[in-house]
Structure formats: structure tokens, C-alpha cells
């Protein structure tokens, strides 16, 4: 079945550095990709998103970069902080779809 | 504030004893989902309404269901809980539907004695 993977389990960044986390689809007819932030103990919490009419959208500290051609999506956070320590999950919505499948996650770890 | 609530945050029951669990919003969406996780584990849909219209995923047991009695409340029923329904069950809104972010509750863990 079509499924959204993440390529590391686990990212270890020291704060103040960049952090990039990659995802993978393999969906070709997704068209709508979400990205979310779990604490440990609370529920996932929506942080940008793009359809895929984009190729990039950015927010505060955030980026989400989409490449259709290899269906890859990223999240770039920059000058990473100790709060940003959490898992990562992407989403993807198909076209035609009814729900949104979650990624695996990945885990981000800032080191002070 | 709280957007999506969930009562209760921790809830133990026993094996094959029915448990209820609650979500309520102040948003006023449309579109109310339960999922389940698993440690370590992504959410895993297992049903949404869209207003009143109840949408069941095809793999979600038979065990778990739902009830939307108005647009603020969603409640979740296992009718008889087994060692493999421990997780944590996760409450979402959405206005319209999936094409849009969710706003998800932190959740209620739930332990099978």
C-alpha cells in the first residue's frame, strides 16, 4: 500500500545549528503535505504545510521543501533551540483520499 | 487555552471492562477524529465524523466505536478492552476535512490491567 517513511529514526543537532529532517512518500498522487511536532506527553501540533502546486513554503524559523520528482519532502528548522527537541512525523494526503497517512517519525535531539 | 480537551489524560481499566474516553472543542470544526498510538509509533486513524456522518477506517476492530452526540463532544468506546489496546488515544479537529491541519488534544493513555 502507499506509506510516507522518514529516512532517520533519530537526528542529534547541537543548538544553534540548522536541522534538517527528510521525509519520503510513495504516493505519486499526493497533493497535500503536512508537517507535526510531538512533545513527550502532548498531541502532535501542526507546523507548516504545502500542497503541491509548491515547491517551497516557509514559515517562522521553519522551511518545507517539496520535490515532486523524487518525492521528497523536507522540513528545514533554523538555528535549532533546545524546545524544538521533539518527533517529527510528516503526512501526506492522496488525491481522492480520505484521511491523511502519518510517517514513521523522527526523533530530533538538541544538544545544549 | 486548550483547544481540544481530553478527559482523562491517564485511564486504567481492566481486561474486558468497557471504558469511555472523552474529547471536547472550542472550535467549531466540522471534523472530529480518534487515533491511536503506540509507542514509538506514528497515529493511526481509526474513525472521523464530519458532522454528524460517521467514517470508520476498514482495519479498525469492531471493538472500538464512536459517538458524536453534538458538535463540541466525540467520545471513543472500547466495549472490551484487550492487552493490545494499551496506547495512547489521540482526539483531532479539522474545519472541513483532511485538506487542512489538525488540531490535535494531548491525548488520554490508557492501561489494561
Known amino acids: 500500500g502507499e506509506s510516507v517513511g522518514l529516512h532517520l529514526p533519530t537526528l542529534s543537532v547541537q543548538e544553534g545549528d540548522n536541522s534538517i529532517i527528510n521525509c519520503a512518500y510513495s504516493n505519486s498522487a499526493s497533493d497535500y503535505f503536512i508537517w507535526y511536532k510531538q512533545e513527550s506527553g502532548k498531541g502532535p501540533q501542526f507546523i507548516i504545510d504545502i500542497r503541491s502546486n509548491m515547491d517551497k513554503r516557509q514559515g517562522q524559523r521553519v522551511t518545507v521543501l517539496l520535490n515532486k520528482t523524487v518525492k521528497h519532502l523536507s522540513l528545514q528548522i533554523a538555528a535549532t533551540q533546545p524546545g524544538d527537541s521533539a518527533v517529527y512525523f510528516c503526512a501526506d494526503l492522496g488525491a481522492g483520499y480520505q484521511k491523511v497517512t502519518f510517517g514513521t517519525g523522527t526523533k530530533l535531539q538538541v544538544i545544549p | 487555552d486548550a483547544m481540544v480537551i481530553q478527559n482523562p489524560r491517564y485511564q486504567v481499566t481492566q481486561f474486558g471492562k468497557p471504558v469511555t474516553l472523552s474529547c471536547s472543542q472550542t472550535l467549531n470544526h466540522n471534523v472530529m477524529y480518534w487515533y491511536q498510538q503506540k509507542s514509538s509509533q506514528a497515529p493511526k486513524l481509526l474513525f472521523h465524523?464530519?458532522?454528524?456522518?460517521?467514517?470508520n477506517e476498514a482495519d479498525t476492530p469492531d471493538n472500538f466505536q464512536s459517538r458524536r452526540p453534538n458538535t463540541s463532544f466525540c467520545f471513543l468506546d472500547i466495549r472490551s478492552p484487550g492487552l493490545g489496546d494499551a496506547a495512547m488515544y489521540l482526539c483531532a479537529t479539522s474545519r472541513d476535512g483532511p485538506h487542512q491541519p489538525q488540531h490535535f488534544g494531548d491525548g488520554t493513555r490508557l492501561s489494561i490491567l
Open positions: 465524523y464530519y458532522d454528524k456522518d460517521f467514517n
